[in-house]
Antibody
Framework: QVTLKESGPGILQPSQTLSLTCTFS??????????VGWIRQPSGKGLEWLAN???????YYNPSLKNRLTISKDTSNNQAFLKITNVDTADTATYYC??????????WGQGVMVTVSS | DIVMTQSPSSLAVSAGETVTINCKSS????????????LAWYQQKPGQSPKLLIY???TRQSGVPDRFIGSGSGTDFTLTISSVQAEDLAIYYC?????????FGAGTKLELK
């Protein structure tokens, strides 16, 4: 059974760095074709794909936020991470991580709410 | 970026009806190398994360009821839900994974009449 769970700070102030962790089970990020993606959703709005990391450590970033994003993984501990620098109120959202298998995001975590407020 | 346009934005239905949700991409999602359309459909219920229903435009994810049917190719795709049940009330999103950045449609909200 595949499970993913996101964790984060809950609330942070503008200009700070947001650090998110995705802890997963039921698959390995060292398996060919596997990846973990980060997607966010502001309250009542649509979905935005932020970044993806693959089994071979290839990385993808959404160009709209590319300079602010860093994705990484710890294969041994079944975790993936996302950092977003210099946050502002527009980064307030629920952040999801999802397993991507051969490019298809097939299992999602429950999401973690992040609020940016002074 | 590939733009995904969904219609309608909302739909009011009665239980038992058949509904159709449309999704149009700004460029073809059909890869000639394998003849697959890189298009997925998701269902999101209130307070829940999106759930994968359909991938490769028409392949149902394991455990998804067969009343959910995906069709289409190239730039035009459809999600059909036959005999809608109360549990199907949700927001439905299409998403392309043909090219980065992966992009989603704005969603179609399915409501009860």
């Amino acid at each position: 059974q595949v499970t993913l769970k996101e964790s984060g700070p809950g609330i942070l102030q503008p200009s700070q760095t947001l650090s998110l962790t995705c802890t997963f089970s039921g698959f390995s990020l060292s398996t060919y074709g596997m990846g973990v993606g980060w997607i966010r959703q502001p309250s009542g709005k649509g979905l935005e794909w932020l970044a993806n990391i693959w089994w071979d450590d290839d990385k993808y970033y959404n160009p709209s936020l590319k300079n602010r994003l860093t994705i990484s993984k710890d294969t041994s501990n079944n975790q993936a991470f996302l950092k977003i620098t210099n946050v502002d109120t527009a980064d307030t959202a629920t952040y999801y991580c999802a397993r991507t298998h051969m490019g298809i995001p097939d299992d999602w975590g429950q999401g973690v709410m992040v609020t940016v407020s002074s | 970026d590939i733009v995904m346009t969904q219609s309608p934005s909302s739909l009011a239905v009665s239980a038992g009806e058949t509904v159709t949700i449309n999704c149009k991409s700004s460029q073809s999602l059909l890869y000639s190398g394998n003849q697959k359309n890189y298009l997925a459909w998701y269902q999101q219920k209130p307070g829940q994360s999106p759930k994968l229903l359909i991938y490769w435009a028409s392949t149902r994810q394991s455990g998804v009821p067969d009343r959910f049917i995906g069709s289409g190719s190239g730039t035009d795709f459809t999600l059909t839900i036959s005999s809608v049940q109360a549990e199907d009330l949700a927001i439905y999103y299409c998403q392309q994974y043909y090219d980065t950045p992966y992009t989603f449609g704005a969603g179609t909200k399915l409501e009860l009449k």
